[in-house]
């Protein structure tokens, strides 16, 4: 009896136990799931902006350095940006460039035209049957493959990087990561590799030949200028006499600029960029103490439109600039018509001037001679902290190999791919917002500044947006270069 009452008496104890242990399980597990979600985002250590707002990555070097970095960069910035003198200056030699190109542009209309196509068609049909078959074979595996489904690989062949480092006039400082310093060079020999199919080896030679008679400009943010660097640089290796390009105003390329014009004499081409921010208007307005502020009007396109117009193949973007001073407090910043809105939201301004654009584009953009491009946003890699709060990527050397951060694709970019789709123009998605996450090691991060010798370099800024010359750009304008030999030429 008592043996019987003193087993069951702890059976009831166990099995009591065991219903609370299971109970305190669940319940442990479900509070980790919960705390996992929600802290995520903070704690993976390479997030991009998942959230809209949360991730500030700009673009640290064209911010002058102070002590109060987070609330007066942007400001300072905007207002070199609408600095109206240099504004005044520029659009005189601008309109100018832009009748110019306008009647050189028609002028190489009517010669080919009548006949046919352009004399870029007529040269690719000339070449050589045996290139041309193996050619058109990569290229009919291409159709139908997505190009942004898959890895990056490590080429032991010349192929990669397109050009050595240090060899390109048009790499600015703060992309030319190994004059400034950086020792490691792996970084320099990833290939991306498509899942379906292969990427057809880069020929510079190729892209000019394509590029004849016409105009490729780059329109958007300092993402766009490190683009538009490599671009300068993929097609210069096609040159035999690299002396047969240049600025046609005689400018130098600094960050300080937001216009240029790249002529490549042997091709009767140009290769152009267009600073803008946000694709749509900046401007100003006075408060009452009689101080100006920018606002930024979602509802019109911005002034450099007239420069987007004539150019045959445009590639836009922006993003950067949405999530942070401002633009992401959104205080008398968001304008429509002649009112200013006290609040409004930076995603709902950025889902509208998208609209925006994608009006513009249909109302102005032929799509016999046009061919546009949006660049997918580019993922920035700032490690326990942000751009402006100490936030790293030095010391990596390698692309990310696991992890959800391969994975993320920010909501910026449903955003575009929403607008996309309702254009009546074809734009093409340069898809390469995945490709980029798993680039960790590809930043300026603290080689974004000649390094005076004998000073330890500083690791306080770091620049984890932007992409070392060569290296990844390089494989953007790969893939441009690969959709233009599925496209029927504009
Ligand atoms: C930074 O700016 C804020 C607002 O403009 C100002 O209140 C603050 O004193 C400044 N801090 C420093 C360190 O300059
Ligand atoms: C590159 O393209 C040019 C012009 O289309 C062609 O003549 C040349 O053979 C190509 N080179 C290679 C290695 O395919
Ligand atoms: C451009 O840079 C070159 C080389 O650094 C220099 O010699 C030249 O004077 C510069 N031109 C202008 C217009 O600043
Ligand atoms: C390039 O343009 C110039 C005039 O702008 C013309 O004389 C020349 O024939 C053109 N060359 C080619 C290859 O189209
Ligand atoms: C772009 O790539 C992402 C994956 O990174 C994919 O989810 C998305 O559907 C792609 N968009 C288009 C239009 O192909």
Redesign the pocket.
Known sequence: MSTSSSSSFPRTIVSYTLTTSIFVVIFLFSVFLFTKHTLEHSLSPYHTDTIPLSVADPLPQILPVSSNETTQNPDDDVAIETNPKEEVVDSRVDDKTVEDSHT?KIKVEEEGGGGGGS?GEVSVSVESKEESNVESEVIEKMRGCDLYKGSWIKVKDDEYPLYQPGSCPYVDEAFDCQRNGRRDSDYLNWKWKPDGCDLPRFNATDFLVKL??KSLMLVGDSMNRNQFESMLCVLRQGLSDKSRMYEVHGHNITKGRGYFVFKFEDY?CTVEFVRSHFLVREGVRANAQGNTNPTLSIDRIDKSHARWKRANILVFNTGHWWVHGKTARGKNYYKEGDYIYPKFDATEAYRRSLKTWAKWIDQNVNPKKQLVFYRGYSSAHFRGGEWDSGGSCNGEVEPVKKGSILDSYPLKMKIVEEAIKEMKLPVILLNVTKLTNFRKDGHPSIYGKTNTDGKKVSTRRQDCSHWCLPGVPDVWNHLIYASLLLQPHP
């Open positions: 050189e004399r004849k008679g009767n």
